[in-house]
């Protein structure tokens, strides 16, 4: 149709180069016109359904934290009126656990739909307080003893997305080594390093190994994608990740914090 008239304004006006400049321009601004018309109109219903959903979020979000801080808060009060029962306090601390696990979930629930949203913020947090704080969640497993050699220092970056990649890279470690066997965390300069003394790989397995659903032992259960999403979290941080590996000799990890 544009085209045709295209041809009617040539006709009628002459097919020297000026008008033919004349006549491409209007079409091209009316093209963009209904482009840009017709773009919004799609868009509009899927901005509409964005919106709802993070205010519907919010909503549920808000009313999943009143109870959560309810019995976090309880829990304590609790204990500090020096129950000497040691079946009791054993109760409460177990509650407490509860509750901070359930707060974690919480915190990773939001997060998730920030992410999904577009809304993920960077802030500054300790690279050792938030190591030491994974580990002492999978020492509660009793599975593996967990080495660490931190200097400890400041980083900037998507903080609970941090976490994830830490617990990520731990709990492949644990997937991956037998029971009673040491993990070693160092940070050392820039380079923070998680090694464990597991099956290891070859070097074909390690080209492979950030493939989203690829596993190494298929015997050891798991969907195969923790490793696809510490990449996609380390190339939105800028940060530089490598693998070394020996069969029956175990797996180094090294990320490269000197961007963050």
Known sequence: MLLSALYWFLTNNGFDEKNFLIGSSAILIIAFSWGYIIAND???????MDAKFEHLSREILHELNIPLSTIEANSKMLKRQHINDNKSLKRLDRIEAASRRLKRLYDELIYTINRELHIVEKEKFSL???????????REFGRNPFDIHIVDRYIYADKIG????????????MK??????SISIMFDGDILSIKDRGIGMDETEIVKIFERYYQSDTKRHGEGIGLSLVKTYCEEMNIKISISSQKSLGTTIRLDLGEV
Not at 128 to 134: F, H, N, S
């Open 42 to 48: 799609l868009l509009a219903p899927k901005q509409k």
């Open 128 to 138: 050792k307080k938030v190591v030491e704080e994974r580990v002492d969640t999978l």
């Open 162 to 173: 941090f976490e994830q990649m830490i617990d990520n890279l731990l709990n492949n470690a």
């Open 176 to 181: 991956y080594s037998d029971k009673e066997s």
